[in-house]
């Protein structure tokens, strides 16, 4: 699974480069992410602009993700469509990650917050 | 009724061949043409029955496939998803407690959401995953 990966003033930011996160990607995701907190990286903004559709595999991924960064880092969630964040809002998941419009929104809430 | 069934190997590199699949029938569809939002919820719950029966549903035989069939009624269309695995207990599964962050759980939670009725029965023939949602079904809004 491509994902396009920056840093702005020690915020990993995330992109997955798929139009769907399924379960014939989310173990390769879930395992990139890992990495990355393995690594140290410990603050991150995934910006899912250019997922279209997103299944309980990919939610599980990202589930685990934050269950792993724990108290110990924070994760943002940003540029969600309609029909992603109406998964994440079904499945009330939108109640435990913060989701923000705008990856500026996301960075501004890591910085102030 | 018009039935479209669709047999393939139980592997994840054809989920998207299934839910694609199950979009260009809903097209077909002139009820669903007129609401995108069932097409998704469909297009959403082939992926969830249908990833269940890849993960879970290993059969002994030969050919180990997954079906799907396809029934289109006047008033509502029937999903079936059909594995040769040991099966499970649809009750049995709770929903997701959100309160304690579960990573798994919520792929029958999700179809239980979006289709107006779903039944699970295990036959000589497999298991089969049967979802029903009506054209005009209060999910369908």
Known sequence: ?113 | MEEIRLTFPRKVSYLYFATSISKQICQQIQECREDKKFAADVELCVSEACTNAIKYGRSSEREDVISLYFQIHADKLIIKVQDKGSGFNLNSLPDPDIESLPDRGYGLYIIRSKMDDVQYSQTEKGNFLTMIKSFKGEHNT
């Open chain 1, 1 to 113: 699974m491509k994902l396009n990966v920056t840093r702005k003033d020690g915020i990993l930011i995330i992109t997955p480069k798929v139009k769907r996160i399924d379960a014939s990607v989310a173990a390769d995701f879930k395992s990139k992410l890992i990495d990355f907190l393995d690594n140290g990286d410990k603050v991150i903004v995934i910006n899912l602009s250019e997922v279209d559709f997103i299944d309980s595999s990919g939610l599980g991924a990202m589930v685990l993700i934050l269950r792993k960064i724990g108290t110990d880092g924070r994760i943002k969630l940003c540029k969600l469509n309609e029909g992603v964040r109406s998964i994440f809002e079904l499945t009330r998941l939108d109640e435990v990650f913060e989701i923000h419009k705008s990856e500026e929104g996301a960075l501004e809430s890591l910085k102030t917050g």
